[in-house]
């Protein structure tokens, strides 16, 4: 049976069948982190979903260039360079420290390497060239030594946000700033005076945050990319901008199909610094194996809000071990058996738009009949482990040593209980859970 790939653009709005421009292979950029902190949970689902698509998109056949960047120049870096080294130049060792960081986390979710993960930095001259076109065909103009993109030079600005320039500008938060000749214009030459920066025709300065992607896109994956991926929150500005100069640039279209996948949120909010509502990766793997939060980011379709709670978390590892134990001594096999009927019904979810909801139904629903199925058993096992990515390790059962605030607090709590406090009696649990002791209650 072939399988054919559908996903939803966020161009057009619908499902469309992915078809390469260029016979099998795929060009996949994905917008990477600004490393000026640990990968939080968002990073996490992001890369998730990019690195199932490229599984599928290998499984199925293609051949996939998956290109992700790292913004390793902004305002951040700068800013965390200032306050933690004493000097703002000093960027580059920030970014060196989380880029390491977030290629560990990448490796303990099971994340696939990126064919290349280009840096910013390594592309001035390229962005300087890209720039110098756009402003000689007039869709940008320099201002007291920076550039700015026109938006009102490009007919089709708001196209993948769905929204009119009047519309974009009565809903944004548009900075005040006397050099634009429009508060929609955005920066691609920011005027930056001082060592360590870069000279260009129009004085020394560094690249704006748009138009990164744009360039490093075209230099590694060519004038056309068949996917481009992120998170929901960066369809306007990021890549409506990108979309802008792109096309002002090449004359053509830049992207065919642009995936996004929805928020993280906390207590029905998007997470965000911002709120102070968010968590690190590193922070969820103190307490779960990786394996249990690619798990959770799986058991979540990409395009729904992900309602983060440790309930969840602790349903998933439960959810997960069943499964490591059903085919912890089941090897894989080098192939994919695509004619196998239920791998064909897994496949049938994940080539509808990543459904991975639906694909890991299937697996538990056919547990009870895999069982006297060795065949069926390792075909099913080769796919949760190629295309999903889930290595099916028996997770160990941590020790929790019990220590005097342990001990002080099960007094507490019964003491509570016996009052009849039952918020109070709660509250001690949930507490008593985040030092990872799980207390079980006998009728009084």
């Known amino acids: 049976m072939v399988h054919k790939l559908q996903v939803t653009n966020t161009l057009s709005g619908k499902k469309e069948l992915i078809i390469p421009h260029d016979d099998k292979r795929i060009a996949l950029y994905v917008c990477g982190i600004t490393p000026y902190d640990f990968a939080h949970v968002g990073h996490g689902r992001v890369n998730v979903t990019f690195d199932l698509l490229v599984r599928i998109l290998s499984g199925i056949g293609y051949e996939v260039r998956y ?53 910013v930095t390594d592309t001035i001259d390229e962005i ?11 869709y940008a103009y320099e201002a007291q030594g920076s550039v700015y993109f026109s938006v009102n030079s490009f007919p089709g600005y708001g196209k993948l946000s769905k929204r009119t320039l009047d519309e974009l500008v009565a809903g944004a938060r548009v900075e005040v700033n006397e050099e634009k000749r429009d508060p929609m214009d955005f920066a691609l030459w920011k005027r930056e ?16 945050w748009h138009i ?35 096309e002002a640039y090449l004359g053509h279209e830049y992207v065919h199909y642009w995936m996004h996948n929805a928020f993280v949120r906390i207590d029905k909010e998007k997470m965000s ?35 983060f709670s440790f309930t969840d978390l602790d349903m998933m590892q439960k959810s997960y071990q069943r499964l490591a134990r059903m085919f912890s001594t089941v090897e894989i096999s080098e192939e994919l058996d695509l004619k196998n009927p239920v791998v064909s019904q897994i ?81 001690i649990r949930d507490k008593l859970k985040a030092l990872g002791y799980e207390v079980r209650d006998k009728k009084l």
């Open 347 to 427: 496949m049938e979810f994940l080539c509808d738009d990543l459904n991975t909801p639906g694909a890991l139904g299937v697996v538990f629903e056919n547990l009870q009949s895999l069982q006297g199925a060795p065949d069926s058993l390792r075909a099913v096992k080769t796919v949760l482990v190629k295309l999903l990515g889930l290595s099916l390790e028996l997770l160990l059962e941590k020790e929790v040593e019990i220590t005097p605030e342990m001990e002080a607090l099960v007094a507490e709590r019964e003491r509570a209980r016996a009052a009849k406090d039952w918020k109070k009696s709660d509250e």
């Open 193 to 208: 005076l001082g060592r360590g920066f870069w000279d260009s025709p129009w004085g020394m300065g560094r690249p704006g």
């Open 128 to 138: 300087i060239d890209f720039i110098r076109v756009l402003v000689e065909k007039g």
């Open 212 to 246: 990164e992607c744009s360039v490093m896109s075209k230099k590694h994956l060519g004038e056309f990319i068949d996917i481009h991926g992120g998170g929901m929150d960066l369809i306007f500005p990021h890549h409506e901008n990108e979309v802008a100069q792109s």
């Open 273 to 307: 610094k911002s709120l102070g509502n968010f968590f690190t990766l590193r922070q969820l793997f103190e307490k779960y194996n990786p394996m249990v939060v690619r798990f959770m980011f799986l058991g979540h379709h990409y395009r729904s809000p992900l309602d």
């Open 67 to 119: 290109c992700r960047n790292f913004t390793d120049i902004d305002d951040k870096l700068l800013t965390r360079a200032e306050r933690e080294l004493g000097d703002r130049m000093r960027y580059k060792e920030i970014a060196e420290t989380y880029i390491k960081a977030f290629s560990d986390d990448m490796n303990a979710l099971g994340c696939l390497r990126p064919s290349c993960e280009p840096r």
